[in-house]
């Protein structure tokens, strides 16, 4: 009673009304959902969850802006970011919202410090400053002995690390993460929902988990069900 009564009181931060997604596939018209609408309240930590192929993805890249609907919009606060142009909804990306995926996605090419420090060094930041920011990031997910690794040589917890710390680098108010374990063992996957729930409170953020994980939608706040176009 009492969380919800402050959840209650807790500010929205994120509003999505009337979200659509459509796509074509041949003459086809295919409907992803219709008209969704869904509120997250500041500080929240939302798992949502359903059957492959519900659009769970789809819907975590709308809220995010790595995407736009057919119809509906988003609001960050009172901010409508699809008013904004490609551009600046990148810009307004690296800045707010910071993402995780299941295969992590890191530069094979480059350190973990350096993967770290990408999305500040995109945003201008000073080499130095971004080194300096990403170390820090690294120690905060138990990761400074391994800086100077590239991804191939780190585990695959350690990789999902990494991909942790490059999301938070840049104090996102927003973390957005699709299966962050769905790749891992157990035992590895126990610890990374541990962190996410540190992180999450410690860096005072408001997040929404795409997961098939029970264990880690039962640490969230709320549970969010997609199933056949419709959000319970």
Not at 95 to 110: M, N
Not at 180 to 207: M, Y
Not at 219 to 231: M, N, Y
């Amino acid at each position: 009673m009492n969380e919800t009564r402050t959840r209650a009181k807790a500010s929205v931060l994120i509003r999505a009304e009337g979200l659509t997604k459509t796509f074509k596939s041949g003459h086809d018209r295919v409907v992803v959902f219709k008209e969704l609408t869904v509120e997250i309240a500041e500080g929240e930590m939302v798992a949502v969850v359903g059957p492959s192929g519900a659009g769970k993805s789809t819907l975590l890249h709308l809220l995010g802006g790595l995407d736009r609907p057919s119809a509906g919009s988003v609001k960050l606060g009172e901010f409508d970011i699809f008013k904004l142009g490609d551009v600046d909804l990148a810009r307004f990306r690296n800045s707010e919202i910071g993402f995780i995926f299941q295969f992590h996605h890191l530069l094979p090419e480059f350190t973990a410090l350096e993967n770290v420090m990408m999305p500040l060094l995109i945003g201008r930041a000073s080499h130095a400053e971004a080194g300096g920011r990403a170390s820090s990031m690294l120690e905060k997910v138990g990761l400074s002995d391994r800086a100077s690794h590239r991804p191939g040589e780190l585990s695959g917890g350690e990789q999902a690390r990494v991909a942790l710390a490059r999301a938070l680098v840049a104090h996102p108010r927003v973390l957005l993460a699709d299966e962050p374990t769905g790749d891992l063992d157990s035992r590895t996957s126990e610890s990374i929902h541990n962190l996410l729930k540190e992180v999450h409170e410690s860096q005072r953020l408001t997040s929404v988990i795409v997961t098939h994980n029970e264990r880690l939608a039962s640490i969230c706040d709320r549970v969010l069900h997609l199933e056949d176009g419709r959000l319970q």
